[in-house]
Each structure stands twice: as structure tokens, then as C-alpha cells.
């Protein structure tokens, strides 16, 4: 009987078919991070935006003297501008014609438009006069006839300094004058007080109405 003496080896014993195994290495876990643990990023304060004050609105200036331009005055009022109240600024009937004058340096201007009824048709060849009673009479200032169109030329008559409408509380801002109106066929119509300004020219609008009794 025959008896192999040859050792059989194991796997894993020494000798040089005997090979190290390979080792696989463990699979590294992700641990999440806790939200509470992670880093929360600081936030930026915002820097509040200084507020630029807007520049202030410069303060218009003030005019010493009234404009030099057109200005007229339609029965005592500016267009779209306040009433100017029809008043005597001192007892002219005191003062003599030459007196008058010495106080009405300057010259404005007067026109009268003749209208019939509610101004719907112009009256023309209607007489104006333009008068004042002074201490040493009545003075007739100005004499006109109106045109086809109802209207008079501009009709110049004296009045203060123009300085004077801008003073408040002033004594003499401007002169009136007595108009009258006649026409054959009409109702003779008078205004008294009326003002004028130096520089200016006002518009006396006048209706006039129909005289029953004319053609009696």
C-alpha cells in the first residue's frame, strides 16, 4: 500500500501558494448634519438709504412795478384775476383841475363797448363822455362815438403812479371818472366810479335797453 508523505496545506496556511486575502474596505456612513449644528450664514443688515431733501422751490420774485404789457380791466375786473372795487380814492371834489393833474401824473386808457339788451348785437354811433366834477366844475376828459363793432378807441385819461396800485392801504391807487352813454332810440346809461390805472387799459362794457317812450 502505498502512503503519499506530501502535506496537503490549507487555504490560509504559510507556504507559497498560500495568498493574502484582499481586504475590502468598509463603506464610510454619511452622517447628516444636524440643521440645528450647521453653520447659518450671518445676514447683512441693510444700511437705511439717507433721504435727500428736495431742493427748495425758489420764491418768486417779486415785481416792484405792474408788467409792462397789455393789461385790461373789463368793467372794473382783470381777466380772470379779482374784482377791482370802483371807489373814490380821496375827495377830488375838493381839488381844482390843475390840482387834479398834479395828482394824475400819468395816463391810462378807457374803452367803452356798446352792446344792445344781452350784449347780442354791438350799438354803434353811441355817444361817450368821459367826465369828472371838480371843485371848480365839471371837466369833460374824453368825447367818442362807438364803431360798428360797439366799440371805442382806446381813450387816454390821467391816473396816478402806477408805484401807487401796488402800495397796500394806498390813498390814491388809481382815478375814477363818470362815463355816460346816450343814444337815440335807447335808455341813457351812466357809470360813475369808474377806475383807471396808469398803463392800463379798462373796458366798459355797457347794455344798453330799449327807450319805451322814444317813439312818442
Do not use: C, W
Not at 444636524?34 to 445676514?43: D, F, T
Not at 380791466?73 to 387834479?100: C, T, V, W
Not at 394824475?104 to 344792445?116: E, I
Not at 346816450?182 to 377806475?195: E, N
Amino acid at each position: 500500500m502505498y502512503i503519499s508523505r506530501r502535506k496537503h496545506r490549507l487555504p490560509g496556511e504559510g507556504g507559497e501558494d498560500a495568498r493574502p486575502a484582499k481586504k475590502t474596505p468598509a463603506p464610510v456612513k454619511e452622517v447628516p448634519i444636524p440643521a440645528e449644528s450647521a453653520p447659518i450664514p450671518e445676514e447683512e443688515t441693510p444700511v437705511p438709504e439717507k433721504e435727500t431733501p428736495a431742493p427748495a422751490e425758489p420764491e418768486p420774485e417779486r415785481e416792484e412795478n405792474p408788467p409792462d404789457g397789455p393789461v385790461e380791466l373789463i368793467d372794473g375786473r382783470e381777466a380772470d384775476g379779482p374784482e377791482i372795487l370802483g371807489r373814490e380814492p380821496e375827495d377830488d371834489a375838493r381839488l381844482s383841475y390843475e390840482e387834479f393833474l398834479a395828482k394824475n401824473p400819468k395816463t391810462g386808457a378807457l374803452k367803452v363797448q356798446a352792446f344792445l339788451g344781452m350784449r347780442s348785437l354791438p350799438v354803434a354811433e353811441a355817444e361817450v363822455t368821459v367826465e369828472k366834477t371838480l371843485a371848480d366844475g365839471v371837466h369833460v376828459f374824453a368825447e367818442a362815438a362807438t364803431d360798428p363793432d360797439g366799440s371805442t378807441r382806446d381813450l387816454p385819461l390821467p391816473a396816478p403812479e402806477r408805484e401807487n396800485s401796488q402800495l397796500p392801504g394806498s390813498d390814491n391807487p388809481f382815478a375814477v371818472y363818470r362815463v355816460t352813454v346816450s343814444h337815440p332810440g335807447y335808455v341813457t346809461a351812466v357809470f360813475s366810479d369808474v377806475p383807471v390805472f396808469a398803463g392800463v387799459k379798462s373796458i366798459q362794457q355797457v347794455s344798453l335797453l330799449p327807450d319805451p317812450g322814444a317813439g312818442a
